[in-house]
T-cell receptor, first 112, second 115 residues
Framework: TQLLEQSPQFLSIQEGENLTVYCNSSSVFSSLQWYRQEPGEGPVLLVTVVTGGEVKKLKRLTFQFGDARKDSSLHITAAQTGDTGLYLCAGYSAGNNRKLIWGLGTSLAVNP | NAGVMQNPRHLVRRRGQEARLRCSPMKGHSHVYWYRQLPEEGLKFMVYLQKENIIDESGMPKERFSAEFPKEGPSILRIQQVVRGDSAAYFC?????????????FGPGTRLTVL
């Protein structure tokens, strides 16, 4: 069974700090998607990474796809309270883009 | 360009009743996915449909649960004879198709409470 493991499971930081969350697997993925989910809402797609070594930036968020396409990271610079939420990674395994494999998420709390 | 719509947002049912959850995909999207999410658990895949076809229902319980995506109208997830264990948030996602990155876009969810 292919798994995506996300770490840390929980993270509580102060506003202005930097943080990195990770999404790891022993399997190769053709693409990985990062979502953020707020309480009571559905996941919102942040970014899709498809090329090994790819780096994408979305304002203060930097996403990286590992060279071997088995892992990904999300780095947030100068976190704000509005960044609070559950960060989920999900990917399509190589050769199968029908069914996403999901991680359990990192729950981030940014305190004022 | 409206996003994925789900209704109702909240649904309360007594044990033994039926629950019908509706999902209208984004305009131009012909693929629909249903997920269930419990507190402290991840998203659990239930079923993947295209118009008038069930493509993958490997995550759907064999009994009481069914899904459809008719030629016209929204996709429906139907739960018959609900039990307390069915209480969860149910999310629908849509995608434009397999010839893209097949990015899935989610609706706001339906929170089902079974009394």
């Amino acid at each position: 069974t292919q798994l995506l493991e996300q770490s840390p499971q929980f993270l509580s930081i102060q506003e202005g700090e930097n943080l990195t969350v990770y999404c790891n697997s022993s399997s190769v993925f053709s693409s990985l998607q990062w979502y953020r989910q707020e309480p009571g809402e559905g996941p919102v797609l942040l970014v899709t990474v498809v090329t090994g070594g790819e780096v994408k930036k979305l304002k203060r968020l930097t996403f990286q796809f590992g060279d071997a396409r088995k892992d990904s990271s999300l780095h947030i610079t100068a976190a704000q309270t509005g960044d609070t939420g559950l960060y989920l990674c999900a990917g399509y395994s190589a050769g199968n883009n029908r069914k996403l494999i999901w991680g359990l998420g990192t729950s981030l709390a940014v305190n004022p | 360009n409206a996003g994925v719509m789900q209704n109702p947002r909240h649904l309360v049912r007594r044990r033994g009743q039926e629950a019908r959850l509706r999902c209208s995909p984004m305009k131009g999207h012909s693929h629909v996915y249903w997920y269930r999410q419990l507190p402290e658990e991840g998203l659990k895949f239930m079923v993947y449909l295209q118009k008038e076809n069930i493509i993958d229902e490997s995550g759907m319980p064999k009994e009481r649960f069914s899904a459809e995506f008719p030629k016209e109208g929204p996709s429906i997830l139907r739960i018959q004879q609900v039990v307390r264990g069915d209480s969860a948030a149910y999310f629908c996602a849509s995608s434009p198709g397999l010839d893209s990155y097949n990015e899935q876009f989610f609706g706001p969810g339906t929170r089902l409470t079974v009394l």
